[in-house]
């Protein structure tokens, strides 16, 4: 290793990265930045996993030296290399809408071997990441970024965006007094309900109409567990047999016609989340 802080093909902060933990550091401490494999993903070389194994295979350089481990933070001061090719640069944070069809998995890859909604996206898009999931039957609104630091944010519980639901559901009954007690039973989930031990906080629900044994709900959540509605529903003798995501926050399905995808314009993204982004 090099000890010329001048030296023009090692940074003077990057050298700093390879110091080993009995030695002193220089002013950079080796968790300052993020994880490469985070950084290669967000740059569109492969996924997370895929730049991991890139890694333990000797594919990847810092600095001009070879990483062993993904257990390695860099910052934009280092030079990285795959295969000899020094990455690009990241592009600014974008956020697409994309109507999801039902019988698609929210995953790259399925080890059922079902179609995923990566499958059905252009192959003209950067490599994106879905922001949160939806179940293999809920359609509606999922929303894809090209940056992990916007999908984290936009995943956070303390973000407390309202996430709205169309919902049908089957419970059999066809009577006015049976309406009536399912408006009283929708109306108490504002103060939250316990099931099996577990605890799901306020959610709006509201009665639209009921078309013979099924009854069409609209209902508003902001902490979105798994599987959350169908089972408060099925608590309430309900059964999903459609759902349909409305919005996510600020950002809505609007017109978005089933499986297309449409990017969020630069200008909506800063006003809805700040400058920062």
């Not at 408060?232 to 996510?248: D, P």
């Not at 978005?256 to 969020?264: A, D, M, W, Y």
């Amino acid at each position: 290793m090099t000890k010329n802080p001048s030296s023009n093909s090692r940074p003077p902060k990057a050298k700093s990265a390879y110091t080993k933990r009995s030695e002193a550091p220089a002013k950079k401490s080796e968790f300052a930045g993020e994880r490469i494999a985070k950084v290669l993903a967000r740059v569109g070389v492969a996924s997370r996993r895929d730049a991991e194994k890139m890694i333990l295979d000797g594919r990847v350089t810092v600095n001009g030296r070879k990483l062993t481990t993904p257990a390695f933070n860099v910052t934009d001061k280092d030079h990285i290399s795959v295969d000899g090719k020094p990455i690009g640069d990241a592009d600014p944070p974008r956020l697409w809408r994309y109507h999801k069809s039902a019988g698609l998995v929210t995953t790259e890859r399925d080890p059922e071997g079902r179609p995923t909604v990566f499958q059905k996206l252009p192959a003209d898009l950067p490599r994106l990441n879905s922001v949160g999931r939806l179940d293999i039957n809920t359609e509606g609104l999922l929303l894809f970024t090209n940056d992990g630091g916007l999908k984290r944010y936009l995943e956070l519980p303390t973000t407390g965006w309202l996430r709205r639901y169309r919902v049908r559901a089957f419970d059999g009954q066809k009577g006015k007094a049976d309406d009536k007690r399912l408006i009283s039973q929708l109306a108490a989930l504002k103060d939250g309900i316990t099931i099996d031990g577990v605890t799901y906080r306020s959610i709006d629900a509201d009665f639209e109409r009921r078309v013979g044994g099924n009854v069409w709900l609209t209902m508003a959540l902001r902490e979105g567990k798994n599987r959350e509605i169908k089972k408060v529903l099925e608590h309430l003798n309900l059964k999903v047999n459609r759902l349909i995501r409305l919005s996510f926050g600020p950002f809505q399905l609007g017109q978005l016609e089933e499986g297309k995808i449409e990017e969020v314009p630069r200008r909506i993204l800063r006003q809805q989340l700040g400058k920062q982004w």
